[in-house]
C-alpha cells in the first residue's frame, strides 16, 4: 500500500445561542427530508450546557431554518426513520431520564407529528439508538444502549417493531454495554446484519471493563454470537464510534474504531480488516491515522475516486486539543459502482402496497451483503414520501447524498399501508460496502384507488346492461345502446385492480357511458325534473322556519312544499304514459315543471331572513370605544365606576343578542337599548362648578377689600377671609369632587351672608337690630323684616346710583331684583322720623344672594 494521506480540514460549526459553552457535547445529526420538497433537513441535538435539539429545515440554498421548534427535551441520540411503514419520515429523540425519550410520528405528511410515549417511562442515562431491521422482517427496529437507572446496570437490548409503530423489548443476550455505540452491516456475508457493540461495563456485564469492541454474528434467528474482540479501546463518549466500511475495495465490511487505548498509551484510530469470512486483523495503516476519544466518526467517498475515505472528530492527543479531521484513503483499487436491482414489482392489499424486486449485483461486495435504498415520490401532490437519498436526475443518477447502508437494510420487499388516493412512483437502488449507490431504474408507476367503490359501480351498470329491453317502445332502449355501454364495462373493468391506473381513469368513462344510455330510454326524460326535485327535498329537509337570521318564513316553505309536491304528481303522470304518441306533450309539461320548480326554489332561498346586525355592531363598537377612553372617577371628566358598570353590562347584552339567534325586533330593541345607554353614560360625566366658586371667591375679595372694619361686627372681616382662604383651596385643586366644589360654594355664601349681615347699622353707627334681609322663594325678590309702614327702602348701586325704592306699608317690603346684574348693592332704609339703616348685600345672580 502506498503512503496515506492526512488532510486538515476547516469543518463547519453550528452555532446555538442558548448553548451555554463552546463545546458540542453528545451530540448527534441525522438527515431527511422533513416535507417533501426535495431538500434534505437537519434533526440534530447537543447535550453541552443549556443544551439544544431541533430540526433545521433546508431553505435549498444551503441554510438551514429553524420555525415553529417545539421545546424538546435534551437529548443524546436523534434520527429520522418511517417507523410505522406509512411511508412519512418520523423522527426520534432520545434523552437521560423518564420523560426524555419520546417517538414522534408523522400525521400523514400534513406537517405535523404525534408524539408517541412508549418509550416516555424509560428511565436511561445517555442512550444511544441506531435503526435496523436486524430480522429481516421489513420494518424498523430500534437497537438502545446506555445506563438503565431503575435496574443500576449498563443496557443493551433491541426494540423489535410489529410494523405499524409498536415496539417490543427483545434481549439478544448481549454482554451490557453503555456510553459508547453500536454498528451494523453483513460481515460474513449470510444476508443478516451484524453488530459491532462498545461502550463501558459493569460488574453485570463486562466485569468493569470500560475498553472492549465486541463484534457479534447474527444467526438469523434471533441469536447473536460474538464472534471477535478488540481492545482495549474506550470511546469515552455516546455514538458513532466505530464504523463498518469496505476500506481496501475487496468487497467486504472492514471495521474503524476508536478510543484511548491503555496498552500504546494513546488516543488510537484503528483500521481491522475482514478476510471475507468475518474475521479481522489489524491492519498496519491504524499507526498512521491520528488517534481520537471521545469521539465521532463517519465515512463517505468525499473526493469520488472510488475510495472511502474518513472523517474524525474527537479529542486527539496527536495535536493535543479538539480535533476535526479529514483522513483521504488511497487504497490501490478503486470501488466499481454497483448494478441496480431487477424486476421491480408493485402489489396492491386492501390497505397496503407491497414493494419486491430481485437482487442487485456489485463486482466486489457479495450480493447477500447488499443493501437497498428505495424512494417514493407522490405524482399527484409533485413531493417525496420516501427521498431517494440520492439524485435522481439524468446526470449522476443515483449519487448519494448520505452515507450509510440503505433504507430497506438487506431487505428486498418492502410494505407500506394507509397511502391515500392517487399516482406514485418508486424505484430503488443497490448499495454497496462503501456505501456508494447504483443509479435508480426507471419509477415504476403505480396508483392507489378504492376499489371496493369501483367494482360496485361496475356491477350497477352490468345489471342496468342485463335488464334492459331494446326496442322503440316506451321504456326501451335503441338498438346498439346496450353493446354501447357493455363496450365500456369490459373495457374498464379489467383496469380496477391495474396499479398503474387511478379511479378517476375508470370512473369518468364509465359514468359518461351510463348517463348516455340512461339518457337513450325511450319514454318521457324526468331526469332533469327528478335533479330539481331532489334539490327542492334537499333543502326543505335541512332549513328552520320562523322570523330569526337565517330561517325563513313559514308561508314561504309551504310554497315550495306545494310546488314539490305538484313535481312529483308530474313525474307520475309522466311514469304512466304508454302510448309513444302522448311522449312529446308530457317532455314538455315535464321540462316546464322542472323551469318552474327551479324558479320556486329561488324564489325561496331569496327569502331567507338575513338580520343586518352592522347597525348593532356599530353601536356595540361605539360603546366598547367610549368605554375604553373614558376614566373612572368622581372628579371633573371623569365618569362614575357605577356608571361604566352599567355600560359594560350594556356591552355584554348587546354581544349576547347577537349571537343568541335573535329576530328582526329584538335586533332593533337592541340597537335602541345600547344607544341609550351611551347617552346615559355621557349625561353622567361629572362637571365640577369651578367657574361659579371662582366668581363667588371673586365677589367675596372685593367685599373684604373694600369693608370698612369698623362697620361690622368684630371678626367678621377675619372670618369672611378664612372662608376665602379655604375656598381658593378648593378652587385651585383641580382633582377637586363635585361634592367639594359645591360645599365650598355653599360655605362661602355664608359666610359672605353672615359678614354683610353684620354690617347693617343704625344713623349713629351701631348695629340695626331685629332687621333681616333674605330672598323671597322665587327668588326674585328681596324680602326685608323688622322694619315699620311708611319706612322707605332704596338699593342704589355701587356708584350711588338709585336703583330701586318703594314705601312699605307694614312691617315686611318686598322689591324686585330682576334683572339686576350680580354686583355689590347698598340697602339704605330711611324711617318716618328720618332716621337711617344701611346695609350692603351681594347679588351674584337673580334670586341668589
Known amino acids: ?162 410494523g405499524k409503530g409498536t415496539f417490543t423489548e427483545t434481549d439478544l443476550n448481549l454482554i451490557q454495554k453503555g456510553f459508547g455505540s453500536a454498528s451494523w452491516a453483513d460481515v460474513d456475508h449470510n444476508g443478516t446484519l451484524d453488530l459491532l457493540l462498545n461502550g463501558d461495563g459493569d460488574a453485570y456485564g463486562d466485569g468493569g471493563s470500560y475498553d472492549i469492541y465486541r463484534l457479534y454474528i447474527n444467526q438469523g434467528d434471533g441469536v447473536f454470537t460474538q464472534k471477535q474482540v478488540f481492545s482495549n479501546y474506550r470511546q469515552i463518549s455516546v455514538g458513532d464510534g466505530s464504523r463498518f466500511a469496505d476500506w481496501d475495495n475487496d468487497g467486504d465490511f472492514d471495521i474503524i474504531l476508536t478510543g484511548w487505548s491503555n496498552t500504546e498509551n494513546r488516543q488510537a484510530t484503528c483500521l481491522f480488516l475482514n478476510d471475507g469470512t468475518g474475521t479481522f486483523s489489524r491492519s498496519p495503516e491504524s499507526n ?46 478503486s470501488n466499481t459502482r454497483p448494478e441496480p436491482p431487477v424486476n421491480l414489482q408493485t402489489e396492491a392489499g386492501i390497505d397496503s402496497v407491497t414493494f419486491a424486486w430481485d437482487q442487485g449485483s456489485d463486482p466486489e461486495t457479495p450480493a447477500d451483503a447488499l443493501t437497498y435504498h428505495f424512494y417514493l415520490k407522490d405524482i399527484t401532490n409533485d413531493r417525496w414520501i420516501i427521498h431517494p437519498g440520492a439524485e435522481t436526475g439524468p446526470e449522476n443518477n443515483g449519487r448519494r447524498m448520505v452515507s450509510g447502508m440503505g433504507n430497506a437494510c438487506l431487505d428486498r420487499t418492502w410494505v407500506i399501508r394507509d397511502l391515500p388516493e392517487g399516482k406514485y412512483a418508486w424505484s430503488v437502488q443497490t448499495v454497496d460496502a462503501i456505501y456508494a449507490g447504483s443509479f435508480y431504474p426507471a419509477g415504476v408507476i403505480f396508483a392507489v384507488k378504492d376499489t371496493a367503490l369501483l367494482r360496485d359501480l361496475v356491477r350497477q351498470a352490468e345489471e342496468l346492461a342485463l335488464n334492459a329491453e331494446e326496442g322503440t317502445g316506451v321504456g326501451q332502449y335503441p338498438p346498439g345502446a346496450v353493446n354501447r355501454l357493455q363496450d365500456t364495462i369490459d373495457r374498464v373493468k379489467p383496469l380496477i385492480d391495474s396499479m398503474s391506473v387511478t379511479r378517476e381513469e375508470i370512473e369518468v368513462p364509465l359514468l359518461a357511458a351510463l348517463e348516455e344510455f340512461i339518457g337513450s ?264 323684616d323688622g322694619i315699620r309702614a311708611g319706612d322707605r327702602v332704596e338699593i342704589l348701586g355701587p356708584s350711588g346710583r338709585l336703583i330701586v325704592s318703594s314705601v312699605s306699608e307694614g312691617n315686611r317690603i318686598s322689591l324686585d331684583l330682576s334683572g339686576l346684574k350680580a354686583g355689590l348693592y347698598l340697602v339704605r332704609m330711611t324711617g318716618t322720623t328720618g332716621e337711617q339703616h344701611s346695609r350692603k348685600i351681594l347679588i351674584q345672580s337673580t334670586g341668589r344672594r
Not at 441525522?30 to 416535507?35: A, N
Open 521 to 784: 330510454r325511450t319514454g318521457v326524460d324526468v331526469s332533469a325534473l327528478e335533479a330539481v326535485i331532489r334539490e327542492a327535498v334537499a333543502i326543505t329537509d335541512t332549513v328552520v322556519a320562523g322570523d330569526r337570521h337565517g330561517e325563513y318564513p313559514e308561508s314561504a316553505l309551504d310554497t315550495l312544499l306545494a310546488a314539490v309536491s305538484h313535481a312529483e304528481s308530474v313525474v307520475s303522470e309522466a311514469g304512466n304514459i304508454t302510448e309513444v304518441g302522448e311522449i312529446e306533450p308530457m317532455q314538455v309539461l315535464v321540462d316546464e315543471e322542472a323551469t318552474l320548480l327551479g324558479e320556486a326554489i329561488g324564489d325561496f332561498l331569496g327569502q331567507r331572513i338575513s338580520i343586518d346586525f352592522s347597525l348593532l355592531e356599530e353601536a356595540i363598537d361605539s360603546a366598547i370605544r367610549i368605554y375604553d377612553v373614558s376614566p373612572s372617577g368622581y372628579e371633573n371628566g371623569l365618569y362614575p365606576p357605577e356608571a361604566k358598570l352599567e355600560l359594560a353590562l350594556a356591552i355584554e347584552a348587546g354581544m349576547a343578542l347577537k349571537t343568541s339567534n335573535p329576530s328582526i325586533q329584538q335586533v332593533d330593541a337592541g340597537i335602541i337599548t345600547l344607544h341609550e345607554a351611551i347617552a346615559d353614560f355621557l349625561a353622567k360625566v361629572v362637571v365640577v362648578d369651578f367657574e361659579t366658586l371662582g366668581a363667588l371667591i371673586d365677589s367675596a375679595t372685593v367685599i373684604h377689600d373694600t369693608a370698612d372694619v369698623e362697620g361690622y361686627l368684630p371678626g367678621a372681616k377675619f372670618d369672611l377671609k378664612m372662608a376665602i382662604t379655604r375656598a381658593e383651596k378648593v378652587y385651585g385643586n383641580p382633582s377637586a369632587t363635585r361634592q367639594e366644589v359645591e360645599d365650598a360654594i355653599g360655605m362661602l355664601e355664608i359666610a359672605i351672608t353672615e359678614f354683610l349681615a353684620s354690617g347693617l347699622t343704625s344713623a349713629a353707627g351701631m348695629p340695626a337690630r331685629g332687621i333681616v334681609i333674605y330672598p323671597n322663594p322665587a327668588a326674585s325678590h328681596l324680602l326685608i
Open 1 to 162: 500500500m502506498g503512503k496515506r494521506k492526512l488532510e486538515l480540514c476547516i469543518f463547519f460549526i453550528i452555532m446555538v445561542s442558548n448553548v451555554s459553552n463552546g463545546q458540542p457535547e453528545f451530540g448527534s445529526l441525522d438527515l431527511g427530508d422533513l416535507s417533501g420538497d426535495g431538500h434534505l433537513d437537519l434533526l440534530f441535538c447537543n447535550n453541552a450546557g443549556n443544551g439544544i435539539a431541533g430540526i433545521g429545515e433546508n431553505n435549498g440554498q444551503g441554510r438551514f431554518l429553524m420555525t415553529g421548534q417545539p421545546a424538546y427535551p435534551l437529548a443524546t441520540s436523534v434520527g429520522w426513520a418511517d417507523l410505522n411503514n406509512d411511508g412519512w419520515p418520523d423522527y426520534y429523540m432520545f434523552g437521560s431520564g423518564p420523560g426524555a425519550c419520546h417517538l414522534y410520528m408523522n400525521n400523514g405528511g400534513d406537517g405535523t407529528f404525534v408524539r408517541s410515549k412508549q418509550f416516555e417511562e424509560r428511565d436511561w442515562l445517555d442512550p444511544d439508538v441506531t435503526v435496523v431491521d436486524d430480522d429481516n422482517d421489513g420494518d424498523r427496529d430500534l437497537f438502545v444502549t446506555g445506563w438503565d437507572v431503575a435496574a443500576a446496570r449498563r443496557y443493551s437490548k433491541i426494540f423489535r417493531n410489529d
Open 288 to 333: 498512521l491515522i491520528p488517534g481520537v476519544s471521545e469521539s465521532s466518526i463517519e465515512v463517505a467517498d468525499l473526493n469520488r475516486d472510488g475510495r472511502i475515505d474518513l472523517l474524525l472528530t474527537g479529542y486527539s492527543g496527536d495535536y493535543g486539543r479538539q480535533v476535526a479531521l479529514i483522513y483521504l484513503n488511497d487504497t490501490e483499487h
